[in-house]
Nanobody, 125 residues
Framework: QVQLVESGGGSVQAGGSLRLSCAASGYTYAYYCMAWFRQAPGKEHEGVANIDPYSSANYADSVKGRFTISRDNAKNTLYLQMNGLKPEDTAMYYC???????????????????WGQGTQVTVSS
């Protein structure tokens, strides 16, 4: 019944920006930690960022200063603003529901119980 639907992916040149959105339904969105992950070809899932119900956020070192995670609890929507994109950011990006209320402090070791279908981000030189 939980549904997470990503949108906003696309192809951009290096240095460009994209804003990803994740529309959530089927659960009480406001009380869960939400996260963005990504997976490049041949690589494992990588935690990108997470955010708790009160908008306290954590980021992977590789995206700090470039990406911003945010949430609009009234709209049941999660966002990822991606600026200064690099070719190494090319990946399938996934929205995910993690823990009830509390986020995992380690961005690379999170417990996920629901995934979106993913949206492709491609960054060219």
């Amino acid at each position: 019944q939980v549904q997470l639907v990503e949108s906003g992916g696309g192809s951009v040149q290096a240095g460009g920006s994209l804003r990803l959105s994740c529309a959530a339904s089927g659960y009480t969105y406001a009380y869960y930690c939400m996260a963005w992950f990504r997976q490049a070809p041949g690589k494992e899932h990588e935690g990108v960022a997470n955010i708790d119900p009160y908008s306290s956020a954590n980021y992977a070192d590789s995206v700090k200063g470039r990406f911003t995670i945010s949430r609009d609890n009234a709209k049941n929507t999660l966002y990822l603003q991606m600026n200064g994109l690099k070719p190494e950011d090319t990946a399938m990006y996934y929205c995910a529901r993690t823990r009830y209320y509390n986020c995992d402090s380690d961005i690379h070791h999170q417990s996920v119980d629901a995934w979106g279908q993913g949206t492709q981000v491609t960054v060219s030189s």
